[in-house]
Structures are given as structure tokens and as C-alpha cells.
């Protein structure tokens, strides 16, 4: 490719043009990327809930085994 032909500002456009789309609509059950704004919020923090208590629960069932 000659010097002559290249055009800096299109790789740019390009760029911009890529960042600013939109993002498609996900099917059902499909991950989500970190950064997307879908209702999975409310669900990551009732799995980390979730594990937290059975992490207590371990943790104490440890504990009572080594005390007894």
C-alpha cells in the first residue's frame, strides 16, 4: 500500500464508528460481558449471599467439630 493512499482519519472513523454502536440484543441465557447494564445485578448478589452463608456454615460446622 502506498503512503499516498493511506488515510489516518478513516482508521479513526472506523474506530469511533465501532465504539459508539450499539449493542445487540442477547438471546436468552447468553453470559453477559462485564459493563452491560442488564438485570443481572440482582441475581450476582444473591448467588454471593448464597455462598456466603454456606461458607458460615462450613466454616462453623468446623469449629464446632474442633471445639467437640
Given at each position: 500500500m502506498?503512503?499516498?493512499e493511506?488515510?489516518?482519519?478513516g482508521?479513526?472513523?472506523?474506530f469511533?464508528?465501532?465504539?459508539e454502536?450499539s449493542?445487540a440484543p ?6 453477559n460481558?462485564y459493563?452491560s447494564s ?7 448478589t ?5 455462598i ?5 456454615a462450613?466454616?462453623g460446622?468446623v ?6
Amino acid at each position: 500500500m502506498a503512503d499516498n493512499e493511506y488515510d489516518p482519519a478513516g482508521s479513526t472513523q472506523m474506530f469511533r464508528a465501532f465504539v459508539e454502536e450499539s449493542p445487540a440484543p442477547q438471546a436468552p441465557g447468553s453470559v453477559n460481558t462485564y459493563g452491560s447494564s442488564s438485570n443481572g445485578g440482582s441475581s450476582r448478589t444473591g448467588l454471593i449471599a448464597v455462598i456466603a452463608v454456606v461458607a458460615l456454615a462450613v466454616l462453623g460446622a468446623v469449629v464446632w467439630l474442633a471445639v467437640k
